[in-house]
């Protein structure tokens, strides 16, 4: 059974640093691209950042130079490091897997709160 399970959320203050983890399960990342996405109060659900199998990565320009994503295959987690917080960064974060070939098998995390403020 396919479980995406977030932590490392929390509140922090601006220009703080927080990282994300994604544990997966039953997940091989070579057939997934692996994502964050956000949704912040009153927001869409937004794409943050991405990893494919070849290990490139990709990150959204409203975050661009102060979050990373990478992933550890030995642990089959996959991380958001977020630098430089900033109160508009206060969303949901959601993990996300989606497999190359078959668009139905794509699979959610529950999400992890990050707040950003004094």
């Known amino acids: 059974q396919v479980q995406l399970v977030e932590s490392g959320g929390g509140l922090v203050q601006p220009g703080g640093s927080l990282r994300l983890s994604c544990a997966a399960s039953?997940?091989?990342?070579?057939?997934?691209?692996m994502a964050w996405h956000r949704q912040g109060p009153g927001t869409q659900r937004e794409l943050v950042a991405t990893i494919i199998s070849s290990g490139t990565t990709n990150i959204a320009d409203s975050v661009k130079g102060r979050f990373t994503i990478s992933r550890d295959v030995a642990k089959n987690t996959v991380y958001l490091q977020m630098n430089n917080l900033k109160p508009e960064d206060t969303a949901i974060y959601y993990c996300?897997?989606?497999?190359?070939?078959?668009?139905?098998?794509?699979?959610w995390g529950q999400g992890t709160q990050v707040t950003v403020s004094s």
């Open positions: 039953q997940i091989n990342f070579n057939f997934y691209r």
């Open positions: 996300n897997a989606e497999h190359i070939y078959v668009s139905t098998m794509n699979y």
